[in-house]
């Protein structure tokens, strides 16, 4: 039994070394996923704000043309003509038109998400996932390296039994088989939930 | 009933041997998981410490980005339109002023830094810090934190982990020698083997529980009274401070700091806030906290030993200044503070000594860069006017009694003087001569430059200057200033510099270097003007001229300009 309780146990501290492995693994990809994530938040808020200062140039240019054709004077009507082609300009080389909320504004927050998503469909954009998947293989880690110490008690057991002549020995191949059991337990439950 | 004493002595032995090689199985196993539970909590804090600089990173830069929109873009073309109405009806255009303020107001949609709390339309007050405040800084700076709390809990597990691992190995050695134990056929043999293999046992397993009871802290769990984070408390008390709301930011601070009386970057921040506030004993108290809580960054030595200057202290500003520069020999503004303060000492001539060091290894710096093909520090820059700044508020607290230390404090104000002036002089001469030609000042000054008078321009109904109105102060609204000057032994070629300080800071827009092309002597006039332009006047401060010729100190004067009643 002794032979035997030391096998399983090795086998645990096996599947116990694979948790760990699929641990470092997860946050691999998680931090992986962290950096893409971070990327695209920059270069999209880059964009944007660059599109967002054309769209500046361009609300100037849109509403001193607004403000001259509200004038008479025959200088404003030139200068009105001139401030909307530059606006108009402007939208189409500057920045995406189809921002441009039905009341003349900017809608930065449509940008950022539209490019998110557009990234999301691309790369692996979530750490969470990973991290958490990380900390549950660390769990079991931790929980199959404290089923080994079972094994060790029944090892234990198993050893007194055998150093014993007497009918305690009896008591002690009990314990060594309690424990076996209760370890094969731990080992099962472990692997079936997580 | 079997009895074990039946068994003969060896057999005896082996059992014996048997059950301690379980035992010490056991021991192994219960070592081992907390080896690898250590290991577990040391790669995840490892991975938190490299998840919140990625955060951070990323936050800093989209952030600065946001910002940079708003103020450069939207705030910017507030501004313009606010200067073109402002034109506008200075010339009497009523109408096109009206146009420009109406598509002004419309710009204010374009970003939140334009809308209250951060921009008062009424008074044209923006509030930047808050508005970066609550944007990005208070955020980052908690990431920040993040990053070096759980730096600390991954040093703390990955030393508990590794401290394991030699615990096992000593197991092992105990096994091994329980081995051998019962291969010997040597009775005092193995009973030695066996004993030291117990007594490596137990060894073992006693350093193992004491490592296992030792706590590690993490300050990310730190939790106020309120039921906030003790790291959020410090970010937003930096968050406070950066908008200069410095009480309100203190007390984060303390918040923070009830929580983890050790928090070191708290200590700091609070002592820096003190500082700020004028509350010199307070930031004693802080900085020396942090430095018994383990700060032993020289920038933060230099702090305390500034403060310990400001009240009186020399002797303990020499002492803290001399540990800051141990840390870090290259701090040429810890170097200069060690000068001024052994100069307020009255030990003039360790003050010279210190002073020419760090002078030394200003020149020393720039030719290294410029040997490296490189720019020099704009620390270097702002060390060598620091320094110059702490020598003339010197000789200010001695004629005027205004200021830190107090005048009381300083021993031999008259020698005292002397040496300020010529230092501050030396040390400004080396900053331009270092800039403009990366070498320390060549040969002396061999002109005489007479006292700066100020004055406001008289112009006739052309335009044109008739005459020059003297004064020391000027209204608020003034914007032309006409600094008049004789001067003698001038030679046409000479490189001459103009610097303007405002307030003690230095408005480089004013800077001038030219070639001297007046003669050798007369009267000169250098004009601060804003007058070509019809919306810019002076601002409100104290306005500071210098001049320097072939980068020799020569000559510099005050006048101030009011603010508004």
């Known amino acids: 039994m002794i032979a035997v309780v030391t096998v399983i146990g090795a086998g645990v501290a096996c599947r116990a070394a694979i948790a760990s492995s699929n641990a470092s693994d997860a946050d691999f990809n998680g931090l992986v996923a962290a950096i893409n994530a971070e990327e695209a938040a920059i270069v999209n808020a880059v964009t944007t704000y660059q599109h967002y200062h054309a769209y500046t140039t361009y609300l100037r240019y849109n509403e001193l043309g607004n403000i001259a054709a509200e004038e008479t004077l025959p200088e404003m009507a030139r200068l009105k003509r001139e401030a909307w082609g530059l606006a108009l300009g402007l939208q189409y080389s500057f920045f995406p038109p189809r921002y441009l909320n039905p009341d003349g504004t900017y809608d930065t927050q449509r940008e950022l998400d539209e490019s998110w998503a557009e990234q999301e469909q691309q790369k692996d954009l979530q750490p969470e996932p990973h991290f958490a998947a990380a900390d549950l293989a660390r769990l079991k880690t931790s929980l199959l390296t404290g089923a080994l110490i079972v094994f060790a008690v029944a090892f234990w057991f198993f050893t007194l039994a055998q150093a014993i002549n007497n009918r305690l020995k009896y008591l002690m191949v009990t314990g060594g088989f309690g424990f076996t059991f209760i370890g094969l337990f731990m080992f099962g439950l472990v692997e079936a939930l997580l | ?565």
Not at chain 2, 33 to 49: F, H, V
Not at chain 2, 56 to 63: E, I, L, R
Not at chain 2, 75 to 89: I, N, S, V, W
Request: net charge negative; glycine share 8%; aromatic share 10%.
């Open chain 2, 1 to 565: 009933m079997e009895s074990t004493t039946a068994n003969p002595p060896e057999d005896r032995f082996k059992n014996l041997v048997a059950v301690l090689l379980a035992i010490v199985t056991v021991l192994i196993a219960i070592v081992t998981y907390l080896q690898s539970d250590a290991g577990s909590r040391d790669d995840a804090a490892n991975r938190d410490t490299k998840r919140y600089t990625l955060e951070a990173f990323g936050k800093q830069v989209s952030g600065d980005s946001r910002v940079n929109f708003d103020y450069n873009s939207a705030y910017q073309a507030y501004y313009e339109l606010d200067l073109l109405a402002e034109a506008a009806r200075n010339v009497g255009d009523e109408a096109a002023a009206q146009r420009y303020t109406a598509l002004r107001d419309n710009m204010t949609e374009l970003s939140p830094m334009l809308k209250p709390p951060y921009f008062d339309p009424a008074t044209d007050q923006l509030n930047v810090a808050k508005y970066e405040a609550d944007t990005y800084l208070v955020e980052i700076t908690a990431l920040r934190e993040r990053f070096v709390a759980a730096q600390g809990v991954k040093d703390a597990w990955d030393s508990k982990a590794n401290t394991y691992i030699v615990h096992l190995t000593l197991l092992a050695v105990s096994l091994f020698l329980y081995g051998l134990a019962v291969t010997i056929s040597g009775r005092t043999t193995r009973w030695i083997f066996s004993g030291v293999g117990t007594v490596v046992a137990v060894v073992a397993t006693g350093w193992a529980a004491a490592v296992f009871l030792q706590p590690v802290e993490d300050l990310r769990a730190c939790q106020t009274t309120d039921g906030i984070a003790a790291i959020d408390a410090y970010a937003q008390g930096v968050g406070l401070a950066y908008q200069n709301e410095l009480e309100q930011g203190i007390a984060s601070f303390d918040k923070a700091l009830a929580c983890e009386p050790n928090y070191v970057n708290a200590l700091v921040e609070r002592g820096n806030a003190n500082m700020a506030r004028g509350n010199y004993e307070a930031a004693i108290a802080d900085f020396e906290k942090a430095r018994a809580a383990g700060n032993n960054n020289a920038s933060v030595a230099g702090d305390l030993a500034w403060a310990y200057y400001l009240l009186g202290r020399f002797d303990q500003a020499t002492n803290m200044n001399r540990q800051a520069l141990q840390s870090d020999p290259n701090e040429l503004w810890i170097q200069y503070d060690l000068g001024l303060s052994l100069l307020a000492a009255g030990k003039t001539d360790e003050a010279k000594t210190e002073y020419q060091a760090g002078m030394d290894l200003a020149a020393k710096q720039v030719a290294a860069a410029k040997a490296a093909g490189q720019e020099t520090s704009s620390g270097l820059w702002w060390g060598l006017e620091d320094a110059a700044n702490g020598l003339d508020d010197l000789l200010t607290v001695i004629e005027t009694g205004e200021g830190q230390p107090a005048r009381d404090k300083l021993s031999n104000p008259e020698a005292m003087s002397a040496a300020a002036t010529e230092l501050s002089t030396r040390l400004k001469s080396l900053a331009v001569a270092l800039e403009y030609t990366g070498q320390p000042p060549a040969g002396t000054l061999t002109a005489t430059i007479g006292p700066f008078t100020f004055a406001q321009t008289v112009l006739n109904d052309n335009g044109e200057v008739v005459d020059y109105a003297p004064a020391d102060s000027f209204p608020y609204g003034t914007d032309e200033v006409a600094v008049l000057f004789d001067y003698e032994g001038m030679q046409d070629g000479q490189e001459v510099l103009f610097k303007v300080y405002v307030d003690g800071e230095e408005d480089p827009s004013w800077r001038v270097a030219e070639p001297w092309s007046l003669g050798a002597s007369g009267a000169a006039e250098k004009l601060i003007s804003f007058a070509y332009s019809n919306t810019q006047v002076l601002r409100p401060g104290v306005y500071t001229v210098e001049l320097y010729v072939n980068s020799h100190f020569a000559q510099s004067g005050n006048f101030v300009v009011e603010g508004v009643e």
